[in-house]
């Protein structure tokens, strides 16, 4: 099993960046999974952030960050970032990283392991 840490997030002024970083330890990092980030909003389901395959060869993204956000990993670091740009007060929300076998995606049943997560907040 792979246990993940993230950190980075806080509070930040709209139009504003950070850099979230997923840190994975336990089984080799990389192991051929995927890695992905979602985040939950209060009052709101889990959603779809970004996904990257286990070599970073692939990236995904939902169409709401699209052009904002990167997603790339790391595997001599056994790290996974999230490069948030241009943040907009609704990318407020809990943000997770997981790691994937298999699946879609962009679907949260694909993910097997899930960080604790870290809390970004954009004040506008």
């Known amino acids: 099993q792979v246990q993940l840490v993230e950190s980075g997030g806080g509070l930040v002024q709209a139009g504003g960046s950070l850099r979230l970083s997923c840190a994975a330890s336990g089984r080799t990092f990389s192991r051929r999974y995927n890695m992905g980030w979602f985040r939950q909003a209060p009052g709101k389901e889990r959603e779809f952030v970004a996904a990257?395959?286990?070599?970073?060869?692939?990236?995904f993204y939902a169409d709401s960050v699209k052009g904002r956000f990167t997603i790339f990993r790391d595997n001599a670091k056994n790290t996974l970032y999230l490069q948030m740009n241009i943040l907009k007060p609704e990318d407020t929300a809990v943000y997770y990283c997981?790691?994937?076998?298999?699946?879609?995606?962009?679907?949260?049943?694909?993910?097997?392991?899930w960080g604790q997560g870290t809390q970004v907040t954009v004040s506008s």
């Open positions: 997981a790691t994937s076998w298999g699946g879609p995606v962009d679907s949260s049943t694909s993910y097997a392991n």
């Open positions: 990257t395959t286990w070599s970073g060869g692939s990236t």
